[in-house]
């Protein structure tokens, strides 16, 4: 909570400025008599206390050494002629180390990355490597980085690997999610915390015994994120409901992050989702999100959805609400998304015309056996923009509660007194 105080001689006005379930903010004005010089002594309290507490929750950080590898190698020459600079034992790379055909790219009319600069293409046993410490509390570390390919006319394309101590996923420029020539995914490579020493290794792995008619990973962008244990409130008894939780987006682009299928509520880079098919993590600079600023559009079509599980009290009632809607971005048609809470099961469908629009619904059910229950969302249809980009339904504002356990809303009275209360309370502990 955070609350900024304006004060005249005889009113003091506080304008307390809410952060709901996730993490939206909502403000609501209140009006107090009382001293003014002490309702102004608790700003910076208050403002201090909200801001250590986002940050707790999530922390970004420039980790990497070079991450956008910007600083060139030591001996490369800039070649008008060709793009590419291949590596070699004279070679040294501000911050990494390299195995294999390993090259310093420059972006251009063969080579297309978000933003002009550098990069590096992982040819035939090609890796890099760099060791960073992490430090301070145990937290999940998550990496966002841009994918592209050089050559056409390929027979196939080489995946990237990425790996760390606690992690390996592949990752394989698709063309289906975008015209570009690049896409932007997002990877969690494990938790550390405390001094723990991490190595993390990018390389290439063929997929075609002919080399000569693979295309190459170009890696950029490489951006490492930190997110912390995440507190379940009390209306919402699902954590990060909302999926403001989740990858960092590049500054410099707005076309989305992409998140392949992650089975583990422990390793997604989702907080709290298991993620199903390939979802797109998107925020509110380039696309619709019904509420917050971060949303999940279910892009690879049927069976793409995401899943959580929660610890719920046998035979007891719910209800789930959640947004069910489209991303403007152009994906028409109907929509139908199947839902799964514990053993109960039911379709929703809208209708998009692909300009951004969400429609509210929700689900009652009860808890049973087996526990934890299943909570899931998954879609029922193939989508394709007519430039035949893959598009699909957007999930957001995912509320759990307890059907006994509505959230009334209180009036401005008992808003006014219980505040009261709360200020008199942090006097006493001066």
């Known amino acids: 909570m955070a609350e900024e105080l304006c004060c005249t ?59 956008d590898f910007e600083l060139p190698p030591s001996n490369w020459k ?41 990069a590096i293409l992982l040819g035939q046993d090609g890796k890099i490597n760099q060791t960073f410490t992490a430090k301070g509390d145990t937290v999940q570390f998550l990496m966002t980085f841009t994918l592209a390919i050089v050559g056409q006319n ?11 101590p606690d992690s390996s996923a592949q990752f394989s420029f698709s063309g289906k999610y975008g015209k570009k020539l690049w896409e932007v995914y997002c990877h969690q490579i494990g938790s550390w915390g405390d001094g723990d020493s991490i190595n993390l ?23 490492l994120s930190t997110i ?27 076309d989305g992050v992409l998140l392949d299928s992650e089975p583990s509520l422990i390793e997604s880079a989702l907080q709290q989702w298991t993620v199903m098919g390939t979802v797109k993590y998107i925020d509110s600079n380039g696309y619709f999100v019904p509420e917050g600023k971060s949303a999940v559009e ?5 069976s793409a959805g995401v899943q959580t599980a929660k610890e719920l009290s046998k035979e007891s009632s719910y209800d789930l609400e959640f947004m069910l809607g489209d991303a403007n971005d152009s994906c ?9 809470a514990g053993s109960t099961v039911q379709n929703f469908t809208i ?44 999930i957001d504002a995912v509320i759990l509660h307890s059907s006994r356990g509505h959230i009334s809303r209180l009036n401005g009275a008992s808003l006014i007194a219980l505040l009261f209360i709360a200020l008199l309370k942090m006097r006493e502990l001066q």
């Open 228 to 254: 912390g244990t995440l507190n379940q409130d009390k209306v919402n008894l699902l954590p990060n409901g909302g999926f403001e939780f989740g990858p960092s987006f590049l500054e410099f682009t707005n």
């Open 351 to 394: 209708q998009s015309d692909g300009t951004g629009s969400a429609k509210k619904f929700s689900l009652a059910f009860k808890a049973s056996e087996p526990s934890p229950t299943i909570i899931s969302f998954q879609s029922y249809t193939t989508k394709q923009r007519e430039d035949g980009v893959f598009c699909g339904p957007v």
């Open 78 to 118: 800039e070649n008008p002629t060709s793009p590419l600079f291949p590596l070699d034992a004279n070679s040294t790379i501000p911050g990494w180390t390299f195995e294999g055909a390993v090259e310093y790219a420059t972006v251009g009319e063969d080579i297309s990355l978000p933003r002009k600069g550098h």
């Open 9 to 67: 001689k005889k009113v003091s006005y506080i304008w307390k400025l809410q952060f709901d379930h996730r993490g939206v903010q909502t403000d609501t004005l209140f009006i107090f008599n009382m001293n003014e010089s002490w309702v102004l002594s608790h700003q910076m309290k208050l403002t201090a206390m909200f801001f250590t507490s986002i940050f707790l929750a999530v922390a970004s950080a420039d980790i990497l050494q070079n991450p």
């Open 154 to 164: 390929c027979n196939s394309n080489a995946s990237l690997v990425v790996s760390a």
């Open 201 to 223: 290794v990018l390389q290439s792995q063929a997929i075609d015994a002919d080399t000569n008619s693979t295309c190459w990973p170009v890696v950029d962008n490489l951006l």
């Open 332 to 340: 028409t048609g109907d929509f139908t998304v199947g839902v799964l």
């Open 298 to 302: 279910l892009v690879s079509g049927v």
